[in-house]
Structures are given as structure tokens and as C-alpha cells.
T-cell receptor, first 114, second 112 residues
Framework: DAGVIQSPRHEVTEMGQEVTLRCKPI?????LFWYRQTMMRGLELLIYFNNNVPIDDSGMPEDRFSAKMPNASFSTLKIQPSEPRDSAVYFC????????????FGEGSWLTVV | AQTVTQSQPEMSVQEAETVTLSCTYD???????LFWYKQPPSRQMILVIRQEAYKQQNATENRFSVNFQKAAKSFSLKISDSQLGDTAMYFCAFGQSYQLIWGAGTKLIIKP
């Protein structure tokens, strides 16, 4: 089992540019999360998908952020246009959808917007 | 509001010592799940141990054990015979479903 795979691992971009983060979840996991981690705000849930459908996007900061899950094996988080305050580590995580079960995190995408 | 408090921002102990990380939480729910996750320098969050609130018996996983005090809303993590590889950020979290409430984390440093 390869685990949750995220790309890119690191990205440095200029303010105003579009950023796309990618995630391949673990096969068989019907639920997927995008989290953001910063020193100031800790770990924040951005969006939760179940069976490829966005269930809870209340954590998405603003319209500049969008997430899609076109199929069970792929998801993207897009930021357009990016701003310096978007600099953070973005985690994709998978889950079996059963309360109490382990959430499996990817290694994260470290985004720096200059 | 539901909250998680980890009162120790940073701790350090010598290798082979025992260390306890504290976590308190606040909820009006009676049934939920509690977790400790570890985030080593590689950044990937990994589950260390979990506890179901309706179970009185404290969970254990090898060198890791918890002291769950439901009435006090306390969920501490004890690491026995600490190893250099235990150096990491440790996050306490709880929840009933997909939405977990996360603590701010405790940075644990194991010194050789």
C-alpha cells in the first residue's frame, strides 16, 4: 500500500499565480480531507469529501480556494490567485468513513507564496 | 464550543525515560473518539493511539499508553522507554465523526 500520495512536495510561487496541489488517496478509502497547517492557526480542515462528493467545505478560506474530486483516486486543491498568507503545509488525508477509524495523512505539500 | 488544550508547548527528556504529554478537552457529547497523532520532522501525521470514550479501559500500544479520565475530560499520553525516534510534534484530537478538533501540539525532544 503506497499510502496517500501528494504532489508537489514543495512549491514556491509568486503572488497572483495559480497553484494546484494534487492528491492520490489510498485505494478503498471513500473519504478524503484537505487540511492546512500553519504555526499561527494549527491544523485546519478545509474540505471533506465522501464518495467523491464535497460534504463540508466550510473551512475553505475564500473563493480563491477550490477543490475537486473527479474520481475516487484523485483530488486537487487549487488556489487562484495565490497570496503570501496562503503559505502553509497542505495535507491530503484519507479515511474509511467510519467514526473512530484512522485518518491517513499524506506527506504534505509545502507551499510558499512570495 | 468544543476545544482541545495541550498545555505543554515543548518537552524534552533523556532517552529511555518515561514522559507524559497532557491533553484536556471540552465537549458536551457523551460518545466520541480521542486520538494522539505524531508528526515527526518528515511532517507526515501518523496515528499513535486511539481511545473510544465509552470504553473505560485505557488504550495501550506497545510503549504508548493513555490515561483517559472522562469525567475530568483528560486524555494524557505516556511514552515509556522513550527513543530518539519519538522526537516529534504530538497532537491530541477528538471527534465523533469526520470532523476532529485538534490541539496545538506538544513538541517532544528526546535527548541521547
Amino acid at each position: 500500500d503506497a499510502g496517500v500520495i501528494q504532489s508537489p512536495r514543495h512549491e514556491v510561487t509568486e503572488m497572483g499565480q495559480e497553484v494546484t496541489l494534487r492528491c492520490k488517496p489510498i485505494s478503498g478509502h471513500n473519504s478524503l480531507f484537505w487540511y492546512r497547517q500553519t504555526m499561527m492557526r494549527g491544523l485546519e480542515l478545509l474540505i471533506y469529501f465522501n464518495n467523491n462528493v464535497p460534504i463540508d467545505d466550510s473551512g475553505m478560506p475564500e473563493d480563491r480556494f477550490s477543490a475537486k474530486m473527479p474520481n475516487a483516486s484523485f483530488s486537487t486543491l487549487k488556489i487562484q490567485p495565490s497570496e503570501p498568507r496562503d503559505s502553509a503545509v497542505y495535507f491530503c488525508a484519507g479515511w474509511m468513513g467510519v467514526p473512530g477509524n484512522t485518518i491517513y495523512f499524506g506527506e504534505g505539500s509545502w507551499l510558499t507564496v512570495v | 464550543a468544543q476545544t482541545v488544550t495541550q498545555s505543554q508547548p515543548e518537552m524534552s527528556v533523556q532517552e529511555a525515560e518515561t514522559v507524559t504529554l497532557s491533553c484536556t478537552y471540552d465537549t458536551s457529547e457523551s460518545n466520541y473518539y480521542l486520538f494522539w497523532y505524531k508528526q515527526p520532522p518528515s511532517r507526515q501525521m501518523i496515528l499513535v493511539i486511539r481511545q473510544e470514550a465509552y470504553k473505560q479501559q485505557n488504550a495501550t500500544e506497545n510503549r504508548f499508553s493513555v490515561n483517559f479520565q472522562k469525567a475530568a475530560k483528560s486524555f494524557s499520553l505516556k511514552i515509556s522507554d522513550s527513543q530518539l525516534g519519538d522526537t516529534a510534534m504530538y497532537f491530541c484530537a477528538f471527534g465523533q465523526s469526520y470532523q476532529l478538533i485538534w490541539g496545538a501540539g506538544t513538541k517532544l525532544i528526546i535527548k541521547p
